[in-house]
């Protein structure tokens, strides 16, 4: 019998098809480090989102543990060099999010650029004075996105969904990132900068993609954010601690950039106290929060488990 544990969300379908299979499923969305440590050893397959940390001291304990699943994107919550050791497969889904992340980026973007926020508020507090507002002290007066250049830190699945989207909205996409990006992209109109300053520098809008890495961690920061535009945006739905939080409430306060929307946070729920800037939108890591990037991300770890235990 091979005993799976699921600690986090996971679409019904997934699980029903890993109990088709003949696997033993216990579901506890309640779990922490300690009370995993207790039973991880009675587990062949652990299936994790970023609600819980993998590390030495669980791997370690879990004896019979032959596949980690991360459901979702990001390894950093996983230590990878434990696993290895142990010869236990680390999985995840890298693809399945990438619409609902990219459409979630054009949804925060229009939300900033259109001030749709401010404009909700005023009216269901009764207000209707576009003279005011809008004529006069232009309060509610927006963006266009069109002509606006998007720059994509991080070119991977979510990037060039991204990208490809943008292009339809008519922006100008610019892109960073350590790889060379396929040249199927570049025909297409993709401008690669090479130099991260210049890249911000030319930027309207900044979309981060990049996985937290040693690397990455805070590479936006007081000095990265002082070569961006003062009518720049910034919107971040990779990990939180890519971005230097208090660095960049510092910019908006003052007014070295225009705005920022956040669903990723260092510290998860974030302190509420950081999170009040009038110029700041947050949501609370939504990214891969919908019906259909559920079901792809729970069916393609389950296809994923099956091609190891087939090959063994």
Same mark, same amino acid.
């Given at each position: ?33 300690? +009370? ?59 693809? !399945?999010? !990438? ?36 004529w006069k002290k232009k ?14 830190? +991080?070119? +991977?699945? %979510? ?5 490809i989207k943008s292009l339809?909205? +008519? ?9 060379? %990006? ?131």
């Amino acid at each position: 019998m091979i005993n799976v544990l699921i600690t986090c969300q996971f679409h019904e379908n997934g699980v029903k098809k890993l109990k088709s299979k003949g696997y033993n499923v216990d579901i506890n969305y309640d779990l922490n480090e300690e +009370g995993l440590l207790e039973i991880i050893d009675k587990y062949n397959i652990l299936i994790v989102r970023s609600n819980l940390q993998i590390d030495m001291e669980i791997i370690n304990k879990s004896i019979n543990l032959k596949v980690i699943a991360r459901a979702g994107t990001g390894l950093d919550n996983i230590d990878l060099t434990s696993a290895k050791e142990k010869n236990i497969h680390v999985i995840n889904t890298p693809s !399945s999010a !990438s619409d609902s992340v990219s459409e979630l980026v054009i949804g925060l973007i229009i939300i900033l650029y259109r001030k749709l926020i401010e404009s909700n508020s005023t009216l269901k507090d009764g207000i209707w004075d576009r003279k005011e507002f809008i004529w006069k002290k232009k309060l509610l007066v927006g963006s266009n996105m069109y002509g606006k250049t998007i720059g994509i830190l +991080g070119f +991977g699945n %979510i990037g060039k969904k991204l990208a490809i989207k943008s292009l339809a909205l +008519g922006m100008k996409v610019i892109v960073y990132d350590i790889v060379n %990006i396929d040249g199927r992209f570049i025909e297409r109109g993709i401008i690669q900068k090479n130099n991260f300053f210049e890249f911000l520098k030319e930027l309207d809008i900044l979309s981060i993609h990049v996985p937290l890495t040693k690397e990455t961690e805070y590479m936006i920061n007081s000095k990265t954010l002082k070569h961006m535009k003062k009518s720049a945006i910034i919107i971040n739905t990779s990990r939180g601690k890519v971005l230097n939080l208090r660095d960049l409430i510092d910019s908006l306060e003052k007014t070295e950039i225009a705005g920022a929307a956040l669903d990723v946070f260092e510290k998860e729920p974030p302190n509420p106290e950081l999170l009040k800037h009038k110029n700041m939108i947050v949501t609370p890591h939504i990214g891969s929060q919908t019906f259909e990037t559920h079901e792809n991300i729970a069916l393609n770890i389950v296809n994923k488990i099956e091609d190891i235990f087939n090959l063994q």
